[in-house]
């Protein structure tokens, strides 16, 4: 069956760097999109970050110039390298796919990450 795990996140003070990691499995994943998503409790769930199957990336205007999602199809895993983290980034971060012949959404576990000021 499909699995998305993340790892990564944590505690990081305004201005640090943290690279989060999806380990997939279950599907192809290298003719997969993927993507990161992130919600704070309150409010809707945010996609912060896509990457085609052939790398072609997009990126929320919140985090441009900021955050890299990036893909390692020998390893199943996609990152997600954030730098000059800000307070507002913090929010549980979700790894997405849709996968199966019927497209079903898929997601993470989440992992946490927090922004101290």
């Known amino acids: 069956q499909v699995q998305l795990v993340e790892s990564g996140g944590g505690l990081v003070q305004a201005g640090g760097s943290l690279r989060l990691s999806c380990a997939a499995s279950?599907?192809?994943?290298?003719?997969?999109?993927m993507a990161w998503y992130r919600q704070d409790p309150g409010k809707q769930r945010e996609r912060v970050a896509h990457?085609?199957?052939?790398?072609?990336?997009a990126y929320a205007d919140s985090v441009k110039g900021r955050f890299t999602i990036s893909r390692d199809n020998a390893k199943s895993t996609i990152y997600l390298q954030m730098n000059s983290l800000k307070p507002e980034d913090t929010a549980v971060y979700y790894c997405?796919?849709?996968?199966?012949?019927?497209?079903?959404?898929?997601w993470g576990q989440g992992t946490q990450v927090t922004v101290s000021s």
């Open positions: 997405h796919t849709l996968a199966g012949r019927r497209r079903d959404d898929y």
């Open positions: 279950g599907f192809l994943f290298s003719v997969n999109a």
């Open positions: 990457i085609t199957d052939i790398g072609t990336t």
